[in-house]
């Protein structure tokens, strides 16, 4: 891993050859190392994957917006003194989000910018002087990253620009039209199908490459696909690959998210982040997730308080069973002021809050995919075909043993379903698997409804309070539309053929 992180600070160029935005206008630094002098050899190439490593860093430091504080996960530390990110950030949490908001286009553009260096790199690794394995394992893992990119905007905001070459005429992106999600399905299947026979296994990776994608990585992307399209059998197919990998659950959840313990065996894919040091590699989102006016209490730097994003709502916290030993392990119902000695009621995100000796400076990885989560999903898949069995309830209640929760029995496979989403809520928190686990289990009209529901308990009962400010007419009222996201207005001004989702 340090290796890794070595070498995404060597890295002095990302190639960023296609983002359906006018970013292209920008003039070119004529110090920067350009494409025709790079990707010749292994070493050149290596550097290029390492970067799209690192876009991932900032991506997924930004996923918990789109995919935990939309949903009934987490809310706003409300600020009645400083409104400018209403319209923004807080719009998620209200679903008062439009093709204008701020946010919603950094999902777009940075997905894209992602996608086109990774279909450069690709472009470019025929002709490169590269032993043949090593160019195997570098198209397995670049095809891996783009079906993720392309699994996350299908699910975000429907049929999508479909691009699997490097645009080098910028004029070819005003021509781009979206293409239907099953054409994206079918790219990311192809593409994950030689990810997976060109991966290694998860046993052969040496230890200075841990952090990389595996064969295991790819095959749990897939299984999670098909499940979405619920496909089970083909989705059991992949689990039960994963499965006979070799992983297995930690006994003590605290030491899932331990950065002292990275890339461990219920580790499937993680976001490698190095704290400790001013190299810029740090996991610093977790100082989002922090209370507002903390003042040094949570952060443990005297005078440094949160950004209040991010924050457990009453339900999640209510949701815990009795003696389920990862509540507190996830989070913590509020701190202590230590100049009034004062419970204060805002709670926080533990999860990610380990000590660290730098300020800002925090070191913990985050986890994209692990063993729990195909142990849920591989239980999902035998309950969706038949109800639940034997097996199916040996995956579920093996998560809740380590919980220190009873195991469960005689359900229907209603019963079962419902269950195993609380589970997968509980056992997944704040880790950004909510918003798309409630998509794929509800209907559009139950999740409305859900949803509905949720907002209006918020209004009754705030998790934090909100002074003399109110709700606004359009909060915490959720339309069918506002399912998918809408195509930012900008994407839409330099190229109208993409068209808007319905009810924006």
């Given at each position: ?67 935990e504080m939309i949903t009934d996960n987490t809310t706003v530390h409300f600020d009645e003194g400083n409104r400018g990110n209403a319209p923004n950030i807080e719009s998620f949490e209200y679903w008062q989000y439009n ?397 109208p053929n993409l068209g808007q989702n319905d009810g924006y």
């Open positions: 891993m340090k290796n890794i992180i070595k070498i995404f600070i060597s890295l002095s160029v990302v190639f960023s050859m296609f983002s359906c935005s006018d970013d292209f206008l920008d003039k070119p630094n004529p110090n920067q190392l350009g494409e025709g002098s790079f990707y010749a050899n292994e070493k050149q190439v290596t550097q290029a994957i390492m970067g799209v490593y690192g876009q991932l860093q900032n991506i997924t430091s930004d996923q918990w917006l789109y995919s093709s204008g908001t701020g946010r919603m286009y950094d999902l777009y553009r940075d997905s894209y910018n992602a996608l086109g260096n990774i279909n450069l790199t690709l472009s470019k690794l025929e002709e490169a002087d590269i032993d043949a394995v090593a160019k195997t394992q570098f198209e397995g893992e670049l095809r891996f990253f783009r079906a993720y990119y392309y699994f996350l905007l299908t699910q975000y905001f429907g049929d999508v620009v479909l691009v699997t070459e490097p645009l080098n005429d910028p004029s070819a992106a005003f021509e781009l039209e979206r293409s239907p999600i099953s054409a994206v399905y079918d790219q990311i299947e192809s593409d994950l199908a030689i990810a997976i026979a060109a991966l290694p296994h998860p046993n052969a990776v040496d230890a200075s490459d841990l952090g990389r994608v595996t064969k295991g990585a790819a095959l749990t992307l897939s299984g999670k696909i098909w499940l979405t399209r619920k496909d089970y059998v083909r989705a059991k197919a992949d689990l039960d690959q994963v499965a006979a990998l070799g992983y297995s659950i930690l006994d003590n959840y605290a030491d899932v998210f331990d950065p002292t313990n990275k890339n461990h065996n219920e580790s499937i894919f993680e976001v490698q982040f190095q704290g400790g040091n001013d190299l810029g590699e740090e996991s610093g989102f977790i100082y989002d997730f922090y209370p507002k006016f903390s003042n040094g209490e949570v952060t443990g730097f005297s005078g440094i308080s949160g950004g209040g994003w991010n924050i457990p709502t009453l339900d999640i916290i209510a949701a815990y069973e009795e003696g389920d030993a990862r509540k507190v392990i996830s989070l913590s119902e509020g701190y202590t002021d230590i100049n009034t000695s004062e419970f204060v009621a805002i709670p926080f995100i533990e999860k990610y809050h380990y000590e660290h000796s730098i300020q800002g400076r925090p070191d913990s990885n985050w986890p994209i995919y692990r063993y729990a989560d195909v142990l849920l999903m591989l239980a999902e898949t035998i309950n969706e075909q038949s109800g639940p069995n034997t097996e199916a309830y040996g995956y579920l209640n093996k998560i809740r043993d380590r919980a220190g929760l009873d195991p469960l029995s005689g359900l229907s496979q209603d019963q079962f379903r419902t269950a195993l989403l609380h589970e997968r809520r509980i056992e997944l928190a704040f880790e950004n698997h909510r918003w798309f686990d409630l998509r794929r289990t509800m209907s559009a009209t139950e999740l409305v409804a859900f949803l509905n529901a949720h907002g209006a308990s918020e209004k009754a009962n705030q998790t934090t309070p909100r002074g003399s400010v109110g709700f606004s007419a359009g909060d915490y009222i959720f339309d069918t539309h506002e399912i998918l996201f809408p195509i930012p207005n900008r994407e839409r001004v330099v190229n």
